[in-house]
């Protein structure tokens, strides 16, 4: 199963200013459903960020996020037509990918 990735990318003092939501709703999975089983964790695990092929950012996640996660970083030095993407898998073995173009 494929995780959407979306970014948004606005300028900021020489450089842009990125977000990358990812379409998850996790799971710590220590909460109970309503016949007292434990509902199972679902979280990212690990995301890589690169800009034009060269990795500006890991990070390696945990079940302590917000239901809708998002990664937000600044990137300096980019130009029109450069490529921002983000992939990475959850702990149940998906992953994702997405690629914005810079305009």
């Known amino acids: 199963m494929a995780i959407p990735v979306t970014f948004t990318v606005r300028p900021a003092d020489g450089g842009v200013q990125v977000t990358v939501q990812f379409g998850i709703d996790t799971e ?3 909460r109970l459903d309503r016949a007292g ?3 199972k964790a679902h979280f990212i695990e690990e995301v890589v960020v690169r800009h034009n092929e060269r990795t500006v950012l890991t990070a390696y996640l945990g079940p ?9 970083f600044r990137l300096e030095n980019v130009r029109a037509g450069e490529e921002i993407s983000a992939m990475g898998r959850d702990n149940r073995g998906a992953v994702f990918e997405g690629t914005y173009r810079l305009s």
């Open 64 to 72: 302590a996020m917000a239901r809708k996660p998002e990664l937000s």
């Open 37 to 39: 089983r434990t509902v």
């Open 28 to 30: 710590p999975g220590q």
